[in-house]
């Protein structure tokens, strides 16, 4: 790194170091990262598992319903040669 990035970067420790001395401004960032966080999650949560397209819902649907067939053949095939 250069002269001057190190420079800005001891510069920008220094000055966050002395804003967050103060214990109200340590509870703004706080809250700041708080309401960052949740925000970024309920969105996140919010698109979870959400196919974008009728298309792609109707794929994952069939998807899924494939493997419950298969598990369900094979729990039947075990019924069907303990019997």
Excluded: C, F
Excluded at 25 to 41: D, G
Excluded at 64 to 82: E, F, G, I
């Amino acid at each position: 790194m250069g002269k001057i990035t190190k420079l800005v970067g001891a510069a920008g420790a220094v000055a966050g170091t002395a804003y967050l001395s103060k214990s109200e401004n340590r509870k703004k960032v706080k809250a700041q990262l708080n309401k960052a966080a949740e925000k970024l999650n309920t969105k996140y949560v919010r698109n979870l598992g959400k196919p974008s397209g009728i298309d792609d819902a109707e794929m994952v649907d069939e998807g899924a319903m494939t493997s419950v067939r298969y598990y369900n053949k094979l729990q039947q095939k075990s019924l069907d040669s303990k019997l």
